[in-house]
């Protein structure tokens, strides 16, 4: 039985607006011993075609649809069930570190049953101008011509605004903690580890390892 059909998963959520910088954040967490980092985009790179799962994901994406949330989170845990199968994620020792998911409040009301989100990071930029330079650059660097457009850009921020950012509210004042991402991924990153630190469910786990 998969641990998940057990307990629900230790998680820290990474969220901010498109250009906050949540990908180098939580790629450089995951890259410490006791975190698992999975951005959204792997659950769907990671996809078999020839699964039931995956002929659900060409029928919605051959016909230019989002996926719907439910799917959405079969995927996740498909992919989550996967990685801890070969052993990559441990969920019995490790924390999980998602990036991207959930996407929206409803993707967050079915996602409980399957994770217990310990702490919410939440990137702050509130200069929107600053942003948009972030993305322009990242997409020119990457030769995503069209993502570099103004429309496509501000298109992305409004999404997030009317989607993914009332998950703050979701998850309440008491499990989130707003971190300026306006600064060096180093200074970023220190004020990650200190929220992280600070947290009961980390001492505890220090503890149980340092036994």
Known sequence: MAFDELHRYRTFLILGAPGSGKGTIGRTLGALPRFFYMACGDVFRSLDTRT?????????????????DDVTVKFWRAHLNARSDSHEFKPDIDFLVLDGIPRNVSQAALMEDHIDVLHVL???????????????KRALKENRMDDARDDVIQERIKTYEAETKPLL??????????????????????????????LPAWKQQSVSVAA
């Not at 939440?122 to 322009?136: A, D, M, T, V, Y």
């Not at 008491?174 to 060096?184: C, K, M, P, S, W």
């Open 169 to 198: 509210e979701f998850y309440g004042p008491g499990r989130v903690t707003d971190i300026d991402a306006l600064r060096t991924p180093a200074e970023v990153m220190l004020d990650v580890l200190q929220a992280i630190i600070g």
């Open 52 to 68: 039931e799962l995956g002929q659900k994901f060409v029928e919605y994406s051959s016909r230019g649809q989002l996926v719907p």
């Open 122 to 136: 939440h990137l702050s930029c509130p200069n929107r101008q600053e942003l948009i330079k972030r993305i322009r």
